[in-house]
């Protein structure tokens, strides 16, 4: 490969940003080629709508695709979960990074706790944006049938935007992806971890991909180096439910795989994270009516898909099961 500096198309935001610079560092040590970062905006950043008004599938991950197809960036990072489970066959996935934390977080008013957040406001409803029809069908059920009195409230907008809802009083917490805290530096604000037995995530959340023209073999291979191969198995079959269910990503629907039990995230050196040594793999999924009055939640336990097409066959059989039970019924008007 040539010394020319590296291309990496990235949103705008800060949280793009962060993760994007994070991921051109790594590039550079890799290749020890110069990497520029070449900033976009997308559809999904200018709209004000909510997401599943706008359709949810590839708003923020179109315009860097059509910059990737056009030559005007060498490579992309994505927030996986932003992306359609089509793959296009002009571009390919070279490299699923290893996984962040991929659970949900409050961050709340007066520093608390989720259940104490409901249980200190005996005169009211506590009220918990989220921009996500998925976080709100399993918040709402899990009030349902705790007995706590919540509503959820629709909300667009980065994270300061978000927090900004709880610092001025207009709501009582937010939930956010702990991934996207980490990675810009504010998890000191989070006040709760919701367990993922509470709120399964979105399928791929907490991972990158990292994208480029499925032509360039150099580039591929360069890029390769930052592939997680256990993270690349988990989030395709999270993804390959996804795609089974025909749902789109703005549905209201959480999948995670992970080792069973899930106790805390794998670190990096963790034995438990070559994939020479797990043997079983657990996939959740769940779908749900954003009121949370009805819900299917279903989960398998396998041997560690060591393919994609393996990985692929897990999430199908398992969106099978869910599809058996009602959940097409369950996620309103499809998003493709």
């Avoid at 199908?316 to 008007?333: H, K, P, T």
């Amino acid at each position: 490969m040539s010394d020319k500096a590296l291309r990496l198309g990235t949103r705008r935001s800060k949280l793009a940003m962060a993760q994007s610079g994070q991921v051109a560092d790594t590039v550079r040590r890799v290749t020890g080629r110069p990497v520029e970062l070449v900033e976009i905006t997308t559809y999904g950043d200018v709209s004000r709508e909510n997401l599943s008004q706008i359709g949810g599938t590839g708003v923020f991950v179109t315009a860097l695709r059509d910059a990737l197809l056009k030559g005007e960036v060498d490579f992309a990072v994505h927030s996986l979960k932003d992306l359609p489970t089509t793959q296009p066959d002009e571009l390919v996935l070279a490299a699923v990074p290893p996984r962040e934390d991929p659970r949900d977080v409050i961050v709340a008013r007066d520093g608390l706790k989720f259940t104490d957040l409901v249980a200190s406001s005996p005169t009211r409803t506590a009220r918990i944006g989220t921009g996500s029809p998925r976080r709100m069908a399993q918040l709402n059920a899990y009030a349902r049938a705790h007995g706590l009195d919540i509503e959820t409230v629709p909300i667009r907008g980065n994270v300061d935007t978000r927090i900004r809802y709880v610092r001025d009083g207009e709501l009582d917490a937010v939930v956010l992806a702990a991934a996207g805290l980490n990675r810009i530096g504010r998890s000191d604000e989070v006040t709760d971890f919701l367990s993922v037995d509470t709120v399964l995530p979105a399928p791929g959340q907490g991972a990158l991909a990292i994208e480029c023209a499925a032509h360039d073999a150099d580039l591929i291979a360069a890029l390769g180096e930052l592939d997680d191969p256990f993270t690349r198995v988990a989030v395709t079959a999270e993804r390959s439910l996804l795609a089974a269910l025909e749902a789109g990503c703005s549905a209201p629907v959480g999948a995670l795989a992970d080792l069973p039990p899930l106790s805390a995230p794998l670190e990096r050196g963790d034995p438990q994270a070559d994939m020479q040594t797990v043997k079983e793999m657990r996939l959740r999924g769940v779908v749900g009516t954003t009121d949370g009055t009805r819900m299917v939640q279903l989960s398998t336990t396998g041997p560690v898909p060591h393919t994609h097409d393996h990985a692929m066959a897990l999430g199908r059989e398992l969106a099978s099961e869910m599809l058996a039970q009602g959940a097409a019924g369950l996620m309103g008007e499809r998003a493709h």
